[in-house]
């Protein structure tokens, strides 16, 4: 026998569910939400602390709208609007690269810019149209203010599995992901357990709680709405409790090391005229005198292609005085090159890493010295897709199309310590880094110390240097690891493996960080499993959702 819904307390409820103002004003409100969410993943316009807050805040407005949407082809248009919103604002710095670098007029810069957001918001649009279509429930009202954690739930995990597929497809771009935007704050301390896509999830799932509190106020369900607020709160306390978990134990004796950002800008760097008088000035700067002998460094990190030519053309009058420098200095220089490799059948170009030992008498490569070659390339700027052969060219981009190297690299092995290389855009991908710090299969040790190599000279003094700091800050915390940043304009930077910044150098400004490192060894849980519990949350909560979703039948 079939119960039927009482009508006086599903039409507060309906209420509460219709679509609120009209539907140019909902997309008003999207739009806008999506251009203040791209303002948190650095402080900069905003503070610091308010970060978390106001992501989750401006996340809270777009679930409202989409879970009050008549549909889930109108919560994907909603989800469009904020993904294209806070592309087209938060990553505005590509414009930069293509028409004052790249030599693309700026027109053409700002549509390129503008189909690239339209094509990252795809996947906000996607995850809308699944939350709204999970959470719907055949349009009962009743049944929609009745589950409201499992529709917090079910809108979390929609979300969170399109940041993993933005992350992951064509090589993945997951600049602008959700969980950054709270490397401080009350969720930061779950980073060890479920890395950047966990916290992801849990600001998502904040912010679908907030949007149902709301949309189900003054109905009978609010209670249920003010449980997921409080399960969301819960959470946090419980971050702020382990925060206070040290994951890692010390390694070691501490490395003196110096950070040198040279603050070249691009338009000289690759100027062959200017390139023996800029390395002259970069050597002098890495090789100024430390304030006691006691501090003297026994690392040098110099950026990404701080030597713009590959190994092999480079004169040995530019060779010869770093090679006197690392012998001077009795210290290992660590610096960003091109290599080019002559193999048996082929040749290889990769974005490298090498070091310059004391007792070093010829230039890297020339005989098997240490080296790290670029993985996760740059599309278009290190390698070409296919078919965008004439678009690399339009931007007369140097050095675009690199070999890959492996995945899994030995580490530089120095003092005791085994430092982790990775180039620029790569510590934007947390899974590939947590595998550094494991051991290796051919038994080389796990990174104690990480370091990072980047130019971002290509983007100015932008937003985009102060996001990439706020992205190896939570590369620090997922893997309880230091991160040490040389940068050629910026942000140059000491983390610790807390993810709180011990030191940094203001932006394309010429100096020097000198800094003690302690290396850690010790594995988080998000170290050993990476992204794979988060993943199987995720879809255990769309299976969930779907369970529920199905039609009732009747008794």
């Known amino acids: ?106 027109p053409l810069a700002i549509g390129a810019l503008l189909l690239f957001a339209a094509a990252m918001a795809l996947y906000a649009a996607g995850a809308c149209a699944l939350g709204a279509w999970l959470c719907a429930w055949h349009r009962n009202p009743e049944q929609l203010a009745r589950r409201q954690i499992l529709n917090a739930v079910a809108w979390a995990c929609a979300w969170t599995l399109s940041e993993w597929l933005r992350g992951t497809l064509f090589t993945g771009f997951t600049w602008l992901n959700a969980g950054y935007a709270h490397a401080e704050g009350m969720f930061a301390a779950w980073a060890p357990f479920v890395g950047v896509y966990g916290l992801a999830w849990l600001s998502a799932f904040a912010a679908a709680s907030i949007a149902l509190m709301a949309r189900a106020k003054d109905t009978p369900y609010d209670r249920s ?118 193999l048996p059948q082929s040749e290889r170009y990769t974005n490298s890493a090498t070091v310059i030992l004391p007792g070093d008498h010829q230039p890297p490569l020339s005989a098997g010295q240490w080296h790290y070659d670029k993985h996760h390339l740059v599309p278009f700027g290190e390698f070409i897709p296919p078919g965008f052969r004439w678009f690399v060219h339009a931007l007369q981009i ?56 980047s130019n971002l000279a290509w983007f100015g003094n932008t937003w985009a240097l102060r996001q990439h700091l706020w992205i190896s800050r939570m590369r620090a915390l997922e893997t309880a690891r ?27 400004t010429p100096g020097v960080l000198d800094v003690e490192v302690q290396g850690a060894q010790g594995l988080t849980p998000y170290a050993r499993w990476g992204n794979g519990p988060i993943l199987i949350w995720v879809l255990l909560g769309l299976l969930l959702a779907w369970r529920y979703r199905r039609p009732q039948r009747s008794a």
């Open 225 to 342: 709405a003010a449980a997921a607020i409080a399960l969301t709160l819960l959470t946090g306390l419980l971050g702020i409790a382990w925060s206070h978990i040290d994951w890692a134990m010390p390694q070691g004796q501490p490395l003196l090391v110096r950070l040198v950002q040279p603050a070249t800008p691009q338009s000289d760097k690759f100027d062959p005229a200017r390139f023996p008088a800029i390395q002259d000035r970069t050597r002098q700067l890495a090789g100024l005198p430390a304030k006691t002998p006691q501090d003297q460094p026994k690392l040098v990190v110099l950026p990404e292609t701080v030597m713009p030519i590959f190994q092999d053309q480079v004169p040995p009058a530019i060779w010869q005085p770093w090679l006197d420098l690392a012998r001077r200095m009795d210290a290992g220089l660590l610096l960003g090159l091109p290599l080019h490799e002559r």
């Open 1 to 106: 026998m079939s119960r039927s819904v009482p009508t006086d307390s599903s039409a507060p409820a309906q209420r509460a569910h219709s679509s609120a103002g009209s539907p140019w004003r909902t997309r008003c409100w999207v739009l806008l939400a999506g251009a203040v969410q791209a303002l948190c993943y650095a402080p900069g316009p905003l503070p610091a602390w308010s970060l978390p807050f106001v992501q989750i805040a401006s996340l809270a407005v777009l679930a409202a709208c989409t879970l009050g949407a008549a549909g889930p082809r109108q919560a994907a248009v909603l989800g469009w609007l904020f993904g294209l919103a806070q592309f087209a604002i938060g990553v505005y710095w590509l414009t930069i690269s293509m028409h004052q670098f790249g030599g693309m007029a700026l």
């Open 482 to 508: 230091p991160v040490i940043r040389a940068t050629n304009t910026g942000t140059t930077a000491a983390i610790g493996p807390d993810g709180q910044v011990r030191g940094m150098l203001d932006p394309a």
């Open 398 to 453: 140097p050095l675009g199309d690199f070999d890959r190297g492996p995945l899994r690299q030995p580490p530089l092995m120095l003092d005791g310590q085994a430092l982790a290389v990775n180039i620029c855009y790569e510590d934007a991908f947390g899974e590939e880094i947590a595998a550094a710090v494991q051991p290796g299969e051919d038994g080389s040790p796990g990174a104690s110390i990480l370091v990072n190599l």
